[in-house]
Nanobody, 126 residues
């Protein structure tokens, strides 16, 4: 059974760091493009960062460039999102998701992904 388990969210002060984990089961994670997305209250879900399965290339939204880094540990079948220099506007529920096709590039548009985790809350506040 295909499943994602996200973890690592929490409350952090502005300027702080968190590392989110997305542990996958039921499939080989590095065969598929994986994305991280977030949704704040009253806002649409938006793409944050993604990693391709074809060549491992990564893409980040302009709002997080230089602060967030996506990576993959194939041995653990897990994707991570390292978040540094966090800002209050980063507060949201963060989700990981899998693209439908093997060995593809990744995208930041949520509609391109068909399997989603349950989300983990990140709150940036003093």
């Amino acid at each position: 059974q295909l499943q994602f388990v996200e973890s690592g969210g929490g409350l952090v002060q502005p300027g702080g760091s968190l590392r989110l984990s997305c542990a996958a089961s039921g499939f080989t994670l590095d065969y598929y493009a994986i994305g991280w997305f977030r949704q704040a209250p009253g806002k649409e879900r938006e793409g944050v960062s993604c990693i391709s399965s074809s060549d491992g290339s990564t893409y980040n939204a302009d709002s997080v460039k230089g602060r967030f880094t996506i990576s993959r540990d194939n041995a653990k079948n897990t994707v991570y999102l390292q978040m540094n220099s966090l800002k209050p506007e980063d507060t949201a529920v963060y989700y990981c998701a899998r693209a439908p096709n093997r060995f593809s590039r990744c995208w930041l548009e949520p509609w391109r992904y068909d399997h989603w985790g349950q989300g983990t809350q990140v709150t940036v506040s003093s």
